[in-house]
Nanobody, 123 residues
Framework: QVQLVESGGGLVQAGGSLRLSCAAS????????MGWFRQAPGKEREFVAA????????YYADSVKGRFTISRDNAKNTVSLQMNSLKPEDTAVYYC????????????????WGQGTQVTVSS
């Protein structure tokens, strides 16, 4: 079994930045894709960003392009999400997820999920 643990969430003012990190543990883990999703109150879980395990391919939701950057460190089995120019509409619980698929941008394509970390952007 694999455990994913997010960290780095918190409260930030609009225009500010946060960096989320996700660490995998429990066993040696190999995954083609790591992703970030978010869910705001009353809304469905939505895709934010994904990166192939090799790092050669990245995907971003249109709403975060140019503001968020996903990266990974395979030696440490970690994935990060740098969030800049944050907006109040970015407020949500952010989830780290891992998929065995090479390309995965839908939540049902992911096999493991973290517990989530709250990101709140004030106006």
């Amino acid at each position: 079994q694999v455990q994913l643990v997010e960290s780095g969430g918190g409260l930030v003012q609009a225009g500010g930045s946060l960096r989320l990190s996700c660490a995998a543990s429990g066993r040696t883990f190999s995954s083609y894709t790591m992703g970030w999703f978010r869910q705001a109150p009353g809304k469905e879980r939505e895709f934010v960003a994904a990166i192939s395990w090799s790092g050669s391919i990245t995907y971003y939701a249109d709403s975060v392009k140019g503001r968020f950057t996903i990266s990974r460190d395979n030696a440490k089995n970690t994935v990060s999400l740098q969030m800049n120019s944050l907006k109040p509409e970015d407020t949500a619980v952010y989830y780290c997820a891992a998929s065995s698929k090479v390309v995965a941008r839908r939540h049902w394509e992911y096999d493991y999920w973290g517990q989530g970390t709250q990101v709140t952007v004030s106006s």
